[in-house]
């Protein structure tokens, strides 16, 4: 593969275009896999300029599809390009494209869900996480129904500083539905704001850089797709375990619409539930009439420390799961009313 140093600035061959290669391979999106194509070249260097300065760089570019920002990317002048797609009808495409740049493209054909991408680059590549982020990317338009489930599990890498984020604090430059985009970025108060901004934004610097219309992907998908650049911070703004403060953010957001108390309050078994709630939003020094849009970030530090001390003093609280006694008190309920229906049969009429 391609060394690592001063590279002579490269740009692929003419090739058949991305409309030309679809036809050539016979290739069509597949509705159930949420494949969009976009065709539009102008439109893939864009998201690669929004990447930052991709010369020499290592990138990581996950569903590349029928590779239009796998060319754009290319004529990045990168050092080395890796791309993971899971359906094998693109790889004959992609290979073509690697032939039209030697040591330049790597194939894998597998799942980004899956794929382990600790050791796929150089050990020289790696940063202390302090430093300035690695000149390692991760580029992407996922398909939609993989897009927040894959985000979530990158954000825990992030807060683990493993998997892609074992060199440093790497880049991230991925489309999603414009939807989830302005949630991934929503300030305070806004009306988007949402389990993901919280999740995101604590640990990482996220812009919602640039909207594409739907109507550039073929085929057009019902809404349009943003585009995000996430920088992991130097710093978590709250540190406590990922499972834990995703835990506290999931339950506050179940009940957006109400007063944050509410969601709280699931945390805790029923038993103890409003004392607990109480001495959680007092200790925490948080208004339990705030709506779960109202709290920021360090709302949510407070609440996740205060509940981290709580666990720490009761080691069953944090197993605590609101729907499994929601289950077990509906099940003795109806025991109760078989036993009934039973006595009742059993009177003399």
Known sequence: ?????????????PLPTIREIIKLFRLQAVKQLSQNFLLDLRLTDKIVKKAGNLTNAYVYEVGPGPGGITRSILNANVAELLVVEKDSRFIPGLQMLSDA?????RIVHGDVLTFKIENAFPESLKRQWEDDPPNVHIIGNLPFSVSTPLIIKWLEHVSLRDGPFAYGRTQMTLTFQKEVAERLAASTGSKQRSRLSVMAQYLCRVRHVFTIPGRAFVPKPEVDVGVV???????????????????VVQNVFQFRRKYCHHGL??????AQRLESTGKLLQVADVDPTLRPSQLSVLHFKSLCDVYRKMCDEDPHLFAYNFREELKKNKSKSQEKGDDRDSYRRQLPR
């Open 101 to 105: 740049a030697p040591g330049k493209l």
């Open 265 to 270: 309050g699931m945390l805790f078994p029923e």
């Open 1 to 13: 593969m391609a060394a690592s140093g001063t590279l002579s600035t490269f740009r692929l061959p």
């Open 229 to 247: 650049h996430f920088t992991p911070l130097p710093q978590a703004r709250i540190e406590q375990p990922f499972k834990l403060v995703e835990k």
